[in-house]
């Protein structure tokens, strides 16, 4: 039987201002829904940070643990936190922006995909954007690398992309048929 484990953990002091500051500015910043999506990249940074000291304690030891903290690189390469050269101990400086900005609201705001980060967050709710051919529902996903380019719309949505964007996309083949109409004698 599994069980499911808490995703993220709160604050330990709940009245700090410093903090509760910095977490509205990110939650205006990514448009995020409330702060526990916050806690939860928090708690994805400080499991991360958790495991690298724990591995360096190990190898301090004398264990040897290249197979461990090969998977961990690998892990955190293919998310995009972590370059493919750099060493594991970098994993200690990911934050908790790092992680936000792999989330899929985000690179679909970045992309140019949606004008706000906001309706990025409904596009994907309202299930619009595909990853390949696969379709993502949830904001919060981490993008992995090689998926970042295979975001895109939805070709089964009837959502209409022009004006999504507030911009005529297809301005030639507009200009074709407007051409065509003219040039056609009316009956």
């Known amino acids: ?101 792999r989330r899929l609201q985000t690179i679909v705001f970045r992309k140019g995909l949606a004008k706000t980060i906001k309706q990025a967050r409904q596009l994907i709710v309202h299930r619009h954007i595909v990853i390949g051919d696969k379709v993502i529902s949830s904001p919060g996903y981490l993008v992995k690398v090689d998926e970042e380019d295979k975001i895109g719309y939805n070709p089964y949505s009837n959502i209409n992309k022009e004006k999504l964007l507030g911009q005529n996309i297809n301005k030639e083949e507009n200009k074709e048929s407007a051409v065509q109409e003219v040039n056609q004698p009316s009956q």
């Open 1 to 101: 039987m599994w069980r499911n484990r808490k995703t993220w953990e709160g604050p330990g002091h709940p009245w700090q201002k410093d903090r509760i500051e910095e977490e509205r500015q990110l939650l205006k910043q990514y448009g995020l829904k409330s702060k526990r999506e916050i806690w939860k990249a928090s708690t994805i940074a400080r499991r991360i940070r958790f495991y690298v000291r724990y591995l360096n304690a190990k190898k301090a030891a004398g264990v040897d643990v290249s197979k461990e903290e090969e998977k961990l690189k690998n892990r955190l390469v293919k998310l995009g936190l972590l370059n493919k050269n750099s060493d594991i101990s970098e994993a200690l400086n990911i934050t908790v922006k790092e992680i936000l900005e």
